[in-house]
Every structure is written in C-alpha cells, then in structure tokens.
C-alpha cells in the first residue's frame, strides 16, 4: 500500500468492526478517504457502529453485500481473525484489490520504531516484558497490537524519540506488504493455526514476514535453539542477533552454562535447582568478551520457556540501546502475565495455576516442565485438527490425571490412553461454559492430593466455548475461589 494520506477520495473498505477496525477506520476518514466499514454481525452486536456513524462513516452490518468490494476499491483492511476465504476477500482478490490489516496502515503512519514480537508461544509474556524493560531504561515505550491498544490507535501518537513495541501473531503479519519493523523478533514455531494458513508452511511463511522488509541497519532476533527460527537467521537482510538457552553464542543473549536438552523419559530437572548455578550472559559482538547480566535464577518468571522469553527481550532491549544495569531490577520483579503460569490459589495442599494462554500442545508441555508437583491437568478446547501425539511423553511422565473437556476431549482421552494415564475424566457440555468449567475444577480436585498441583493448561484455543482465553481463564479462576 502506499502512506494512508494518498487515499484521499478514495474508496476503503474495512472488514471487521473489532477495536482494531474501528480505529483503522477513524485514521483513513480523518486522511479524507471514502471509507465503509463491514461485519457479519448484526447492529445489535456491533456497538461501535454508532460511533462510526456519527463521523460521517458508512456502517453495514448483519452481512457482506455482494457489491462490497468494487473495481475501483482501492484498499480493503481486514479483521486478522477473518479467513482469505470470506466472500470480500475472495472478490478483492479476483479485482485485485490489495487486501491489508491493521499492522501496515500503523507502521505507514508511526513516527516511532517498532519492535515486532511473533512466535507460536511466549508473545504476550515476551511483549510485556519489553515494554517494562523500556520503561525502566526511560525509552518511553507504547505497548500494543495484539495486546494492548491497537497500533493505528497509538500510531499517530507517539513521537519518533519513543519505541512502539508490538505483539504481531500470524494472522496480523500474513496482511503486510512493507511493513518492517526496527526489531524483529521471532521466538519459536509450533504446529498451531492450521485451520486458518491451511498448512505449516503458510503458517511460517506468514510469521516470517516480519522479516522480509527490514534493511541493513535493522536488527532480528531470533531463537538459536530452534531449528525453524534458526534458519531464518540466514535469510535476514539486517544485523542477526540470536538467543539460546541450550548453547553458548559468539553474539547475543544466552545461558552460561547452557541448559542440558531434556529427553523424553527423563525426569525434569527442579526449575529452581537448575537456575540456580547459571547467568545470564550477553555478547554484543563477536570480537568484544561477554559479560554476566545477572545470576538466572534471580529471573522473576520460572521455568526454561520463561528463560528463553526473558532472553529474548533482553537482547531486545539491548539492541534498542538499553544500559545493560537498568534491567537486571525489572527482571527480578517481574512475576508474569495474567493467564499465563499463573499462581490462583491453594486450598487443603492443593496448588492451582491459571494457563489459559497456552493454546497449542507445546505450551502445555513447556508449562508443565516449569512445575516440580504431581499435575492434574485440565485440557481441551477448540478442535484445530491436530491429534495432540506430542503430548504423550509429558503425560507419561509428568501427568497424573487428566480431565478432558470441549471439542477435543476425546482426541485428549486417546493419548492419555496411550500414555498409560489411568487418572482421566472426561466433562460433557453443560448448559453453558462456566457450569462445563465448574465441573472439570471439580473434578481435577478430586483426582489432587495435598502436594499435588491443578493446572488449566488446555492445548487449545478456547473459541468452542469461550469468547477468548482470557474469559476461559478468568471462570478457572472464579471456580477455584469458590469450590
């Protein structure tokens, strides 16, 4: 696309009535673009339509009209969470009609660099750690994307003198052109979201994006350990510098002594106990010595997942020009993310954690190897197609019963067969999301002992039931306060 004030008199069209879509369609408007907005949804579901109105911008809801898109279209910017399936979008791309979302339009119109964090897992968590760390070395840093505000909200905003840094899933960067951002940050890719790339191979050509744009003077940061991201590294266009918890680097952020790769059937190492005797380490280049930010187990946030994350952001905010001394108390307060790892309660012995952001397998197992107790794990959710195999070795080794809820209960059921896991109980829908969680806190309970921990951690994503992972997470807890 080109900058948004070139579209002057010019038909937009803007699918999706989420924050997101309301503020892309403020900014064209007030640039004097000729913009209507689109969603499924009815009027009575569709609140920000009014608003919209008010400003002179025509609404329609409650379904697509055939004549949406038109050959003299000039842009249409989509909801991300929209398939390239839906009608419009099938039509803009017959007319060839450029088909963006909200990422691009905001980093056409930002002032300020942008650091870009995509991965399967450790976004959010990631995301929000860097902007703390900004915060604490006084480089005014604005949060958003996926989290937070929308960018085109802040993107106006903010100055050249401060950072936008942006949480981009998969979704948001498959609808970019041009978009690169200073820092790009890409953390691990696992199997997830194929229902909507179609395959593996669209869902890493679309988180790859985030790379394609950037020139000599910009910076990726990449996970060393692994082998999907590590590739990518010599594709980049810009200055690579790496992370890694398993090996030690000639450049970048990493683990002295590394960590051990755990194998399958091995017991899991205490969290505590293997931090303890390790540092933080970071090397700007390979031909200056590598110095100790601080001791690991000082981190904030447990586990070896959260290490990782705590690493990349370092090297984040490193190569943003942060003074090394000003992290090290951030990252000793940090405690994490609501809905991710999160400490609930404890009742008779019994410890409960919240993990409703982990919605694939591989944020599952890496939750459960951060916990030392026996687990009672809740699990199931939306059916994505995977047929969750990998998590067979955790639940043989580190899984002592399983309650299997939503549409994947019985895909659950089948590998803790396999695992030999004799401790599962499966919950039948019930008269809504809440009585179905309630149920499966119940019965986690009962299958726990004092010392054992319960642990919402579904695999999956949570739309079968629950408007979004953070609804799934906040009734856990609900049920948990009041069993």
């Avoid at 650091?115 to 860097?130: A, Q, R």
């Avoid at 993990?355 to 009672?376: C, E, F, G, Q, Y």
């Amino acid at each position: 696309m080109n900058h948004p004030s070139q579209y002057i008199n010019k038909k937009i069209v803007v699918l999706g009535l989420a924050r997101s879509g309301v503020s892309v369609a403020k900014l064209f408007h007030q640039l004097g673009a000729i913009v209507t907005v689109n969603d499924r949804k009815t009027r009575e579901q569709s609140p920000e339509a009014a608003e919209l109105e008010a400003l002179g911008i025509e609404v329609i809801c409650g379904y697509h009209p055939d004549d949406l898109v038109q050959a003299d279209t000039a842009l249409l910017v989509k909801n991300p969470g929209i398939p390239y399936s839906a009608p419009p979008i099938v039509r803009a791309q017959q007319l060839n009609v450029e088909i963006i979302t909200e990422v691009e339009v905001a980093y056409w119109v930002s002032q300020a660099p942008i650091i870009g964090i995509t991965g399967s897992n450790g976004k959010t968590t990631t995301t929000t750690l860097i902007g703390k760390l900004l915060e604490a070395a006084r480089l005014q840093p604005v949060v958003g994307g996926n989290i937070g505000l929308p960018l085109c909200e802040i993107a106006r905003e903010v100055t050249k003198d401060q950072w936008i840094v942006a949480e981009l899933s998969s979704f948001q960067l498959k609808g970019t052109a041009k978009f690169a951002p200073k820092i790009a940050l890409i953390l691990n890719i696992a199997e997830t979201h194929l229902d909507y790339h179609g395959d593996l191979q669209d869902y890493i050509r679309s988180k790859a994006k985030i790379l394609d744009n950037q020139n000599k003077d910009d910076v990726a940061i990449l996970n060393w350990d692994d082998p999907v991201t590590r590739e990518m590294i010599t594709h980049c266009r810009g200055i690579s510098f790496p992370f890694s918890i398993y090996e030690t680097l000639e450049k970048g952020v990493y683990v002295d002594p590394p960590y051990e790769p755990i194998q399958a059937g091995e017991p899991l190492p205490d969290a505590a106990e293997e931090a303890a005797a390790r540092h933080i380490m970071y090397r700007m280049s390979s031909d200056v010595e590598p110095k100790s930010l601080m001791p690991l187990h000082m981190l904030g946030i447990p586990g070896r997942h959260n290490a990782a994350n705590a690493l990349a952001a370092i090297a984040a905010c490193l190569m943003a020009g942060a003074a090394p001394e000003a992290l090290v108390k951030p990252l000793e307060l940090f405690r994490g993310v609501e809905h991710r790892l999160e400490f609930v309660s404890e009742a008779n012995g019994i410890t409960f954690y919240n993990d409703s952001k982990a919605t694939n397998a591989t944020a599952t197992i890496m939750s459960i190897r951060s916990l030392s107790a026996p687990i009672v794990l809740i699990a199931g959710g939306l059916d994505r197609g995977s047929d969750y195999a990998e998590l067979e070795p955790i639940f043989r080794d580190r899984v002592k019963g399983l309650v299997a809820l939503g549409e994947t209960r019985s895909k659950l059921e089948a590998v803790a067969s396999q695992a030999g896991l004799e401790e599962v109980r499966l919950v039948e829908p019930k008269a809504s999301a809440e009585e179905t969680l309630d149920e499966a806190v119940k019965l986690a309970a009962q299958l726990a002992v004092e010392g054992d921990i319960v642990l919402l951690s579904p695999a999956c994503a949570s739309w079968d039931m629950f408007s979004s992972y953070e609804q799934r997470g906040s009734m856990f807890k609900k049920s948990v306060h009041t069993l």
